[in-house]
C-alpha cells in the first residue's frame, strides 16, 4: 500500500512525494540495516551482555549520525546508556522528541525458538529474533525516515529530538534521571513514541492509554539448608509449599486481587467506553485461537479487552525452588522464590501498590518461614493521551491515508514507563505511534517483525512529521 | 571406643578379637577407600554420569573379589546394574542378605557446597562429599568388615550375600524385578541394610519404621507460547498462578492433606507408642537449631517425632516456571512445572495415594490451564519390622556392647523401597543397620559421614555377624 493508491489520501506534496520514493528505492537496504542491528544481543537484563549493549549503542549512534542528525552523543546513565541525536533547523515548526529502546528481553526459553534469535532471519513477509519488533523495527524506521526526509529535501519538516534508552526491558529505572538532568535540551511541545505496537496486524490503530507497572521479586526462607523431604517431611514448613499459597492467595475465587488497598482510586469505565469496546473487531474464540489458552479466563464481571486495557491485575513472572532438573531429589528446599508484577491503571500510584502488596506478603508469611524481598525499583504509572491533542489527530488522519481506512483507537496492557517520566518530568504527552503489532510474539520466543510495516511505518513517520510540521 | 573398653560386654572370642585388631590397623587405608570411592560422581538420576555409574559399579565388584568374596558379578537391569559378592562356607549357620546402595543423589545446588562434592575431603572427624553418608561409607564398611573377618580367621561366622543397587536414589524401579527375577540366588533367613542411618550422633539407635513413598510431576499448561504479561494479563491463566494454587490447595489451614481417601487405613499411634516418642532425647529447641528453620510447623494435633515418622505427607520437592533469570522478564508462561512426593505410612498404598493424587489435582484443574502428569513410577510401602525378630534382638547387644549404651528404637521419615521389595518378593523382613548419621546433610550440599564410624561400623557389623552366626 503506497501514498498514491490511499483513496481519499490528501494530494501528496512534491517534497514527500521525493522522500516517498527514496524509501522505496531503499527497502532492501531498510531491512538489511534491521537485520544487523537486530543480530546485536542487547539484553539489558544480564551482565554479561554490557558489551553488547555498548555495541548496539555506538551502532545506533553511527546510524543517527549517517542519517544527518547533529549532536549525536551517548549520555551515560548509572545503567545503560542512552542514544541521543538532534536536528533543529525548523526554526518556526514545533519540536517533537521521538522515543524508542534499542535494549530487548532476554530469549529464554532458548529451545523454543525454530531460528536463533540473535541471527535475524526472513521466512516469507516476516523477519524473525529478539527484539526486531520490540523495539528495535520500529525504532530504526523512524531514523530511516528522517534520513530519506533529508536526503530528499535537505530539510525536515518539524525539529526533531531523538532519545533511544537502553533500560526499557528493565523498567527504565535510570532514565527519569537522566530527562530530569537534561530537560532543557529534551525541551519538547510534545513525545512521539516509537514503542507501543499496533493492536492487529488487520487494522490500523492507534493505542491511546496505557497500563501502568510495579514489579516486586521475594524470596521465601525456610530451613537454613536444603532437607531430605523424607526425614523432615511434615516437621519443617516448606518455602514451596509457603510461596504457594502467597501467590495462590493475591486472589480470589473471581480473579480479583485480593491485596488490601489494591484498588483504591481504579475507577470503572463509562458505560458509553465499555460499549465502545464492543465494536472493536475482537471476539474471545478468535483470542483463544491466538493465545492457544484453553479458555477465557479473568477477573468476573468484565470482558477480554477490559481486563487487559482497564483492569489492573497481579502476574507472577517467575517462580522456582527445589529441584527442577532430570528425575526426583526428595529435596525440602531452603528457598522458594518468586517473580512478580502488577498492571497498574489511571487513579493507582505504582510506589503505593508496591507498598500494599509487600505489606500483604509479609502479613500472610506464616512464622514457620520468612520472607525478603529483593531490592528493586520498577514502576510506571497508568498512561492516556487526550482525545483532542493535535498528535492524536495527526496521526489519526496519517493512518487513514497510508491505509485507506480509519484507524481504530485501542488500549494497551503493557506499560511504557517513560511516558509517565515525560508528563511528570517535561510537562509533555506522548503519542504511541509504532508499527509493530501485539502478536508478534515480543518477550517470547519466536518473535518477529512483519517486513510490509518497515516501509508503512517509514511513510507514516514522514507523513506525520510533514503533517504536524505543516500545522507548525 | 573399641570392644575391651565397653563396659559390661561380654568376653570377646579369639576370632572376633583378631578380626577387631586388624580392622584398627586398616583404619587408614579403610578412610582412604572411601575416598576414592566416593570420587566417583555416580548420579543415577542424571543420564550424564552412567559412565561414571558405570565406574562406581566395577569399583564396588572389584573390592568385593579383594574381599574374598565369590560370585562377584554386575547384574544388569534396564536402568543402572547392581553389584552381586557371596560367602557361603558357613554351612549350619544362617544366610543373611546385606543391602545398599553405590548411586547417589545429584550435588545441587552446587554453589552451596564449601568443599568440591566429589573430591571427598576431610576436616577434622569428617570427611566431605556427596554420598559419603548416604549410602557409600555405610556400605563400603561392610565389606571392609568381611574382608577383616576373612583374613583374620579365614572364615565368615555366617553366610553373606552382597546386594548393591544403583538407582535407590531415582526409586529403585527396576530392582524389584531383578529381586523377583533372582529369587533363588538371594535367598536368605532375613536382609541387614546399611542404608537407613542413626537417628543421634550421640546415641546409638536402631530403626525399626520407615515410610513409604511415592512421587508424581505433573506440568500445567496454558496459553500454547509465552505471553507479554503486561499485554495479556489478568485476560489469560497463567500456569503459574493455577500450579501455585493446585500447591496451596494441597494442604488445609490445619497442616492436613486434604486430598480425599489420602488418610484411609492410617491409624493413630497407641497411647503407649506417642509416650514411649516423648522420652527420646528430642526437644523442638534442638531441633530448630539444627534445621535452622524458624518456626516448628506441621499437621496439627501431632508432635515433632509424630509428624516426622508416623504421618503421611505430601511434599514439593520442585517447582518452576516463567522466568529465574537476573532481572525482570514480564512474561505469562506457557507452562508450570511441579515435582512432588508423599510419606507414607502402614495402612496406605502407594499405587492407591498416587491415583488419589493424580484424581484430585486433575479434579481441582481450573477450565483455563490443563495438567499432564509425567509418566513416573517411584513407589514404595511403608515398613515396620518385628520387636523380637533375632536381628533386632541381636543388633540391639551389639550396639550396647560397641558403645556401652542401650540403643534406641526410633522411627524413620524417610523411605527404603527395597525393604518392601524384599518383604513382598522374597518374604524376608530387614534390619535396618547403618553408621551414617541423620544430621549429615544427606540430599543436600556439605554432605559428610563422621570418621569414627567407619571404624565403628566396621565393629558393629562384624560383632553382629558373629552373633547371628553363632546362634544359627
Redesign the interface.
Known amino acids: 500500500m503506497t501514498a498514491t493508491s490511499s483513496p481519499g489520501a490528501a494530494p501528496v506534496p512534491a517534497g514527500l512525494e521525493a522522500t516517498l520514493a527514496l524509501l522505496r528505492e531503499r527497502a532492501d537496504a531498510s531491512l538489511a540495516e534491521l537485520i544487523e542491528f537486530a543480530g546485536i544481543p542487547s539484553v539489558?537484563?544480564?551482565?554479561a551482555h554490557r558489551p553488547d549493549m555498548e555495541r548496539a549503542a555506538a551502532w545506533l549512534a553511527a546510524r543517527l549520525e549517517c542519517a544527518g542528525m547533529k549532536s549525536v552523543s551517548l549520555w551515560p546513565t548509572a545503567g545503560h546508556p542512552a542514544v541521543y541525536g538532534e536536528w533543529l533547523g525548523a526554526l518556526d515548526a514545533p519540536t517533537v522528541l521521538v522515543y524508542g529502546h534499542y535494549d530487548v528481553?532476554?530469549p529464554?526459553?532458548l529451545e523454543?525458538w525454530h531460528t536463533p534469535p540473535f541471527t535475524p532471519t526472513v521466512v516469507g513477509e516476516r523477519v524473525y529474533g529478539r527484539g526486531v519488533s520490540d523495539d528495535k523495527g520500529p525504532l530504526l524506521l523512524t531514523v530511516q525516515a528522517a534520513d530519506a526526509l533529508l536526503s530528499a529535501t535537505g530539510r525536515l519538516p518539524l525539529n526533531v529530538k531523538f532519545l533511544f534508552e537502553g533500560e526499557e526491558?528493565?523498567?527504565s529505572a535510570h532514565l527519569p534521571a537522566l530527562v530530569k538532568g537534561r530537560a532543557a535540551e529534551l525541551r519538547a511541545d510534545f513525545v512521539i513514541s516509537a514503542d507501543g505496537?499496533m493492536w492487529s496486524a488487520d487494522f490500523p490503530s492507534l493505542t491511546v492509554s496505557g497500563?501502568g507497572?510495579t514489579?516486586l521479586?521475594f524470596t521465601v526462607?525456610?530451613?537454613?539448608?536444603?532437607?531430605?523431604?523424607?526425614?523432615?517431611?511434615?516437621?519443617?514448613?516448606?518455602p514451596?509449599?509457603a510461596?504457594?499459597?502467597l501467590?495462590?492467595?493475591?486472589?480470589d475465587e473471581h480473579?480479583r486481587v485480593t491485596v488490601p488497598g489494591f484498588y483504591d482510586g481504579v475507577t470503572e469505565l463509562p458505560p458509553e467506553q465499555r460499549e465502545a469496546l464492543t465494536t472493536l473487531p475482537f471476539t474471545d474464540a478468535a483470542?483463544l485461537q491466538q493465545?492457544?489458552?484453553?479458555?477465557?479466563?479473568?477477573?468476573a464481571g468484565y470482558t477480554?479487552l477490559e481486563?487487559?486495557w482497564h483492569?489492573?491485575?497481579v502476574?507472577?513472572?517467575?517462580?522456582?525452588?527445589?529441584?527442577?532438573?532430570?528425575?526426583?531429589?526428595?529435596?525440602?528446599?531452603a528457598e522458594?522464590?518468586v517473580?512478580l508484577?502488577c498492571?497498574l491503571v489511571p487513579g493507582q500510584d505504582p510506589e503505593r501498590v508496591h507498598r500494599l502488596l509487600r505489606d500483604h506478603l509479609s502479613a500472610e508469611t506464616?512464622?514457620?518461614?520468612?520472607i525478603e524481598f529483593v531490592p528493586?525499583n520498577?514502576h510506571a504509572r497508568a498512561y492516556a493521551l487526550p482525545a483532542t491533542h493535535p498528535a492524536r489527530v495527526a496521526a489519526r488522519r496519517v493512518l487513514r491515508d497510508v491505509y485507506g481506512t480509519e484507524a481504530l483507537e485501542v488500549g494497551?496492557?503493557?506499560?511504557i514507563p517513560i511516558l509517565e517520566t515525560f508528563q511528570s518530568v517535561l510537562g509533555l504527552d506522548s503519542l504511541l505511534f509504532s508499527f509493530a503489532v501485539?502478536d508478534e510474539?515480543?518477550?517470547?520466543?519466536?518473535e518477529f517483525f512483519r517486513i510490509p510495516r518497515v516501509s508503512q511505518g517509514q511513510e507514516a513517520w514522514a507523513r506525520l512529521w510533514w503533517a504536524l510540521g505543516a500545522g507548525g
Chains 1, 2 share one sequence.
Open positions: 539489558s537484563a544480564q551482565s528481553q532476554p529464554d526459553p523454543r526491558e528493565v523498567g505496537g497500563r507497572l514489579a521479586e526462607h525456610g530451613p537454613a539448608h536444603d532437607l531430605h523431604s523424607g526425614r523432615h517431611g511434615g516437621s519443617v514448613h516448606n514451596l509449599h510461596a504457594a499459597a501467590v495462590a492467595g493475591l486472589h480473579g483470542y493465545t492457544g489458552a484453553p479458555a477465557i479466563y479473568g477477573e477480554t481486563r487487559q483492569r489492573p491485575t502476574e507472577v513472572n517467575g517462580m522456582w525452588g527445589g529441584y527442577t532438573g532430570e528425575g526426583s531429589k526428595t529435596v525440602l528446599p522458594a522464590h517473580k508484577s498492571r506464616p512464622p514457620g518461614v520468612r528493586g520498577h494497551m496492557g503493557g506499560s501485539g510474539n515480543i518477550h517470547a520466543p519466536d
